[in-house]
T-cell receptor, first 113, second 111 residues
Framework: NAGVTQTPKFQVLKTGQSMTLQCAQD?????MYWYRQDPGMGLRLIYY???????DKGEVPNGYNVSRLNKREFSLRLESAAPSQTSVYFC????????????FGSGTRLTVV | EDQVTQSPEALRLQEGESSSLNCSYT??????LFWYRQDPGKGPEFLFT???AGEEKEKERLKATLTKKESFLHITAPKPEDSATYLC????????????FGSGTRLSIRP
């Protein structure tokens, strides 16, 4: 099925370890986003890419880096994981920035111990 | 400070019992308000976009309305499959990336 695919679905890291969350979409969307979702706090934007070749910080970028590898793929990297980064991470895409019919992936549940 | 508040946090209804979910917002320069549905263990699914006060959108048993300070998601004669968390989000200011999500209303429909 067409949509947004995230890997892995679950991950446990030790404090200080690094990892990359992968996201790919097959809808030919231009814009892609990374969010984190924490209980009682709503979704918060980490980074976004309005189009291939561009990336910008969102509301909570500290501790993260991103790479827009090509039009389809947008990865999120944690260089040195901290317990405060325990969360559910969602990747989303849209036809263009400002188009809010976002398509979300199914999420990555990350635990940092 | 821009803010989006959803109420109630949780709502339990009997099948067929209509009700409304509330999303109140305080933002500078509202450009759009969005409703999403999220099932457990899944990502949010887009439902509606509303742009101006007085606007209404409908989809099956759901109807979203917008005023200058809040939005309502009306659920008419709900079924158990309508059980989910409903998220409200607003776009504020001049930046297209500045979207603020509420924390959601968890809706449970009992058969």
């Amino acid at each position: 099925n067409a949509g947004v695919t995230q890997t892995p679905k679950f991950q446990v890291l030790k404090t200080g370890q690094s990892m990359t969350l992968q996201c790919a979409q097959d809808m030919n969307h231009n814009s892609m986003y990374w969010y984190r979702q924490d209980p009682g706090m709503g979704l918060r934007l980490i980074y976004y890419s309005a189009s291939e070749g561009t990336t910008d910080k969102g509301e909570v970028p500290n501790g993260y880096n991103v790479s827009r590898l090509n039009k389809r793929e947008f990865s999120l990297r944690l260089e040195s994981a901290a317990p405060s980064q325990t969360s559910v991470y969602f990747c989303a895409s849209s036809v263009r920035q400002g188009d809010y019919g976002y398509t979300f992936g199914s999420g990555t549940r990350l635990t940092v111990v | 400070e821009d803010q989006v508040t959803q109420s109630p946090e949780a709502l339990r209804l009997q099948e067929g019992e209509s009700s409304s979910l509330n999303c109140s917002y305080t933002v500078s320069g509202l450009r759009g308000l969005f409703w999403y549905r999220q099932d457990p263990g899944k990502g949010p699914e887009f439902l509606f976009t509303l742009y101006s006060a007085g606007e209404e959108k409908e989809k099956e048993r759901l109807k979203a309305t917008l005023t200058k300070k809040e939005s309502f998601l009306h659920i008419t004669a709900p079924k158990p499959e309508d059980s989910a968390t409903y998220l409200c989000a607003v776009q504020a200011g001049s930046s297209a990336s500045k979207i603020i999500f509420g924390s959601g209303t968890r809706l449970s429909i009992r058969p």
